[in-house]
């Protein structure tokens, strides 16, 4: 398959999975001068306390500037023991390698706020951590208007080196089951945190 059809076989495929599973919170389209995103989430309480919660985030990007698409499928299972707080575990699947991984996560919820946090380490010899949190807000602007504010950030070591982290952060308009606005994808590589800046706009449906 030539690499250009890469980003339209992905939105198709994801898009196909959340029809049939009919389990998808959020299907997200991103895009700028140098890249084309496309992300979905899956978010499930598993009993009606609410003590246990899955969520799956998958991401395909394509990236002009090296010419390539990347694939993240990470999927974690989270206890609320106490006011949020609580252990959690899951899996990785990148282009490259599958892994295993678990920590302490945090979760808030509120009718315009949300956060969750966790802090993770891959069950491995020599493991890779990470830090990886998202906050939400959605401000009331006007009666019928909400506003949208998002962001998405990790932070990837292992026992020697900075690895990868990223910020994405999406500001746009509330309008109920969608969601759109202006996108800035930024990140930072290796010890050396070189930085590269990515602005674009988004799309989000949302189904809730």
Do not use: C
């Not at 059809?5 to 997200?28: C, G, M």
């Not at 949020?84 to 899951?90: E, S």
């Not at 969750?116 to 493991?127: C, K, L, V, W």
Request: net charge neutral.
């Amino acid at each position: 398959m030539h690499r250009k059809i890469y980003p339209l076989f992905i939105v198709f495929f994801l898009l196909t999975f959340a029809r049939k599973s009919r389990a998808q919170d959020v299907i997200e389209l991103s895009a700028g001068d140098e890249f084309f995103n496309v992300e979905t989430w899956i978010t499930k309480p598993l009993d009606k306390d609410y003590r246990y919660t899955i969520f799956s985030l998958n991401t395909a990007e394509h990236n002009r500037e090296p010419d390539q698409t990347l694939f993240m499928s990470y999927t974690i299972l989270s206890y609320n023991w106490w006011k949020g707080f609580g252990p959690t575990v899951g899996t990785r699947l990148l282009s490259d390698r599958f892994v295993a991984l678990g920590g302490p996560q945090y979760t808030y919820y509120r009718e315009r706020f949300f956060v969750t946090a966790n802090f993770t380490s891959e069950f491995r010899s020599n493991p890779d951590f990470e830090f990886f949190s998202i906050v939400q807000g959605r401000p009331k602007i006007t009666q019928k208007l909400e506003g949208f504010l998002q962001g998405q950030f990790s932070f990837n070591f292992n026992s020697d080196q900075h690895l990868l982290s990223f910020q994405y952060v999406r500001i746009g308009a509330d309008l109920g089951m969608v969601q759109t606005g202006v996108a800035f994808n930024q990140f930072q590589f290796g010890d050396s945190w070189e930085y590269d800046l990515q602005p674009g706009v988004f799309l989000r449906l949302e189904f809730k």
